[in-house]
């Protein structure tokens, strides 16, 4: 009876997980099969209007009109006279920047005095790897000169050329350098083996402890392996690599890019190249690796970086412009279709890369910012419950418009929403409690504060996860609205993770601009933290593409914000001493103290309406008396933020570069 009784549970639930299954799957398909219904309604609707003979007279009109409309669009991004004497400051101050890191950045007779005499507490010999073929003799000679001029001089020079016939002054050029100064080794190659084979053959030669990669037609700071020394001496780095700029016409002092660097992140590295010049790692770091591998020609960097730094034990960023990449013709620098390959070449180091690391079923496509800048799918591997916590106070028409939208537009089918009903008033919001409670994805609860207890967003957040079920977490807003399909996806792809804490989304306000697309420690009037790329149009690509692509950062909003819930538990959820800002910057750093990292994505698209319209606790405006305590209130938890973080404030955000305005949200670079 007892097997029996037990078969007949089993077939139950089998049963009951069929259907459920049947059901979730069947909700999947009536939502593919009406947005693709849509998508083929619009398509029709789109030729039938293109075929018509009076749409393609007008033609000309249109193409006016959409000029005008683009130069409107630029006046309105820019807001007023004030935003075009913000957008013209910031060009003064890239040019100003452009000649602080040229040429005037170079010491001065008595600082190369010092910097040759200065003794180190090691002693290191770099080799420099340059692989030649067919350099132009400017070029050339430049280049060896920048090696030469080193503050630094313990350095090997390794030239292996791959020149053809035509350009045999290569080898004399190079064989004149090297009866001169015998740090300098060359060698000329029996056939041109490309720029893996060749800079391999250049590592043959080399002797040094650590070795660098240089293009046979660039430039070196004087400094920069005086600069490395530095950093291997004091932090015992193995991987190390600088800022660096794009110059044309000649000159160093004519920049065209100037790239300034986040420490090292990994998802920024996957993602795109940042790293790219110029790289020095210990010699140990390459043992039964190949230094570039021949099937990666045209990103061989991107992959020996990818396998270099995964190994290396302290990768190190030296915050400061010591690489001149020459943009020419025929150089990647100038145009990434001078050598299309590059982009099948970076796609497979990253798929290797991935696959190594133990991922599969991964997609990578280019994004609109570049083409080597990518766009990373990761398969999900599970699919747990993920619980949506929702705090409100009556904005009825704003709380059903939020979780409208997660109902209707979600394609992830495992979650429940959970709204934290806070001291609402209003009858409507009441009203449509009694509407949605039956609802089997929805449940109210609601948090009662002390008395006197004034509001508290940690609190009320704490209390909502508490009332929870899901493996996952969701923070978010009562005033968005999900743009993204399958915005959950996105955020779950990194959640999953094991070295992940909290992922957030990019949010926009009604207009279109941003809201949030990451957090920077620091940035902002009372130094605490700030949003980066805020109010830039949707459009933008961002500060060297990165609006298009998910990248580490030290923290994201509590508006939309997800968290593994056995984390949320380990760190004691929302700090509760923050009861209104800050808590999500707080919440985020704890998780990145347990060595964790926080992940922006672009690819979770939501509307962030109601805080463009009232305004931030730090805006200055005609204050009111609620101004002044909200102003009051902040002023307190930015002191006790700054209090409980200092250590971590002084050393600043290691994904946002020194060398940036903490005034500004553009990029802006600091004077």
Not at 218 to 232: A, Q, R, T
Not at 438 to 460: C, D, L, M, Q, W
Not at 469 to 476: A, W
Request: aromatic content about 12%; charged content about 30%; overall charge neutral.
């Amino acid at each position: 009876m007892v097997t029996e009784k037990t078969t007949e549970e089993l077939l139950a639930y089998y049963k009951a997980a069929y259907e459920k299954e049947k059901q979730k799957n069947s909700d999947m398909a009536t939502k593919l099969a009406d947005a693709t219904a849509k998508a083929e309604d619009l398509d029709f609707k789109l030729k039938r209007i293109k075929n018509n003979p009076i749409w393609k007279m007008s033609a000309p009109f249109r193409a006016v009109m959409h000029w005008v409309i683009r130069m409107k669009d630029r006046i309105v991004r820019l807001g007023n006279p004030k935003g075009v004497m913000r957008k013209l400051q910031s060009k003064l101050i890239e040019k100003r920047a452009a000649k602080k890191h040229g040429r005037s950045s170079f010491p001065t007779p008595e600082e190369r005095k010092a910097m040759e005499s200065y003794t180190f507490s090691k002693d290191i010999t770099f080799s420099v790897l340059v692989p030649l073929y067919n350099t132009p003799k400017k070029y050339l000679v430049e280049m060896i000169d920048s090696v030469i001029s080193q503050t630094y001089k313990g350095w090997q020079l390794c030239l292996a050329d791959g020149s053809d016939a035509e350009h045999d002054y290569v080898g004399v050029i190079a064989r004149e350098y090297a009866d001169r100064d015998s740090r300098i080794c060359y060698k000329k190659l029996e056939k041109n083996e490309g720029i893996s084979g060749n800079t391999n053959r250049c590592y043959e030669m080399a002797t040094g402890d650590y070795i660098a990669l240089f293009d046979h037609d660039d430039i070196l700071h004087p400094n920069v392996l005086f600069e490395y020394m530095k950093v291997i001496c004091e932090q015992d780095a193995d991987y190390i690599y600088c800022d660096e700029a794009t110059f044309k016409n000649g000159s160093i002092d004519n920049m065209i890019t100037l790239h300034f660097k986040p420490d090292y992140a990994i998802d920024n590295l996957r993602a795109n190249n940042y790293i790219c010049h110029f790289s020095a790692f210990k010699r140990s770091l390459l043992e039964g690796t190949e230094l570039f591998r021949t099937q990666f020609d045209g990103s061989q960097d991107h992959d020996m970086i990818l396998r270099l730094t995964s190994a290396a034990k302290t990768v190190v960023h030296v915050p400061k412009l010591l690489y001149y990449w020459r943009s020419h013709k025929a150089s990647v620098a100038s145009d990434i279709s001078a050598k299309l390959y590059c982009i099948d070449a970076a796609k497979g180091a990253v798929a290797d890369h991935l696959t190594k690391a133990g991922y599969d079923g991964f997609e990578i496509t280019s994004t609109r910012a570049f083409e080597t800048i990518f766009r990373i799918k990761y398969k999900l591997t599970q699919f747990p419950k993920i619980s949506i916590i929702i705090s409100n106070k009556d904005h009825a028409s704003d709380l059903s418009r939020c979780v409208q939208s997660i109902l209707d537009k979600s394609t992830y089918d495992n979650y429940e929403i959970v709204i934290v009903e806070n001291n609402s008033t209003t009858k409507e919001i009441f009203d449509y409690y009694e509407e949605i409670k039956n609802h089997p994805r929805i449940k109210v609860v609601t948090y009662v504060p002390a008395e006197g207890e004034g509001f508290n967003f940690s609190k009320i957040n704490n209390y909502g996860v508490r009332h929870s079920d899901g493996e996952y977490v969701i923070l978010l807003n009562n005033d968005t609205e999900i743009i993204t399909l399958d915005w959950m996806e996105e955020l779950l792809m990194y959640g999953l993770r094991s070295d992940v804490g909290a992922v957030g989304a990019k949010l926009y306000y009604g207009d279109k601009t941003i809201q949030h697309a990451g957090i920077v420690l620091n940035l902002g009037a009372h130094r605490t933290a700030g949003h980066t790329h805020y109010k830039v149009n949707y459009e933008n690509v961002g500060y060297m593409g990165r609006l298009c692509y998910a990248q580490d950062v030290s923290a994201v909003t509590g508006a939309c914000l997800m968290v593994k819930r056995l984390l949320f538990d380990q760190v004691g959820g929302l700090d509760e001493s923050f009861a209104v800002g800050l808590n999500d910057v707080d919440f985020c750093l704890k998780l990145r103290e347990l060595g964790l990292l926080n992940i922006f994505t672009p690819f979770a698209e939501l509307f962030h309406y109601e805080s463009a319209s009232r305004g931030s606790d730090i805006e200055t405006r005609q204050p009111s008396e609620a101004d002044k305590i909200r102003a009051e209130r902040y002023n307190k938890e930015c002191e006790h933020f700054k209090t409980k973080w200092k250590d971590t404030l002084e050393k600043g955000d290691p994904y946002y570069n020194p060398n940036f305005s903490l005034d500004r949200s553009d990029f802006s670079l600091r004077i």
